[in-house]
């Protein structure tokens, strides 16, 4: 995919259940093949510093930790992207999510990653997302919300939540095979600008215990 959209950003996510040991395959899989990547579920805290987790070629990560025990974002940024974190003041610690402002060729993007870890926690999830996207809209007409939201966009929250916003799912295919027999699609990349994505995809990388990576 990189190499036919050399001039085109690359954005990933995965559900890695503890980054640490699976660092070193993660970045030589993501080095000069992914410009964004959304790390869920990393499960760090504050005994792992950022320097650990450099990528030459990339800023600094991004980070939202909870605990080695469970929880945690990341996001890997290509250095030449014209991007930072908007921190948010009113999202509640137990709602894991990074907002982050990428300007590409002159458009303003608000880009969400988050992790919801309980699905009959929705409603209260997606309830703080939208106090924050609607502090935000004003500023943003471009949207892109990804990460693992435990909950599938046919269900009756997800489904508000994202007609409310005019979100289209672009990852069709189940990524999470938690029951083999029964795969979900609840890591999501959600955007009210379809058109400008194309070639969205999922890839087994082994590096999971039970999801695939969104592309």
Known sequence: LKAKN???????HLNINFLDPKFELIQDMIKDNVDILLISETKLDDTFPSGKFF???????????????????????????????IRSHKLPKKIEG????????????????????DKKNIS?????????????????????????????????????????????????DPTCFKSVENPSCIDVMLTNRSLSFENSITIETGLSDCHKMTV
């Open 6 to 12: 050399k001039d085109r950003p690359i954005v990933a």
């Open 98 to 117: 990074i907002f982050i402002n990428l300007t590409i060729r002159n458009t303003k993007w608000l880009i969400f990653g988050g992790y919801n870890p």
């Open 124 to 172: 209260n999830f997606l309830t703080h997302i939208s106090n924050e996207l609607d502090r935000f809209l004003p500023k943003y007409e471009n949207l892109l919300l990804l990460g693992d939201f435990n909950s599938e966009t046919t269900e009756n929250d997800m489904k508000t939540f994202c007609e409310t916003y005019h979100l289209t799912n672009l990852i069709t």
């Open 55 to 85: 990528i030459e070629g990339y800023k600094e990560p991004i980070r939202l930790d909870r605990n080695k025990n469970g929880g945690g974002l990341l996001f890997f940024m290509r250095e030449d992207l014209d991007s930072k974190e």
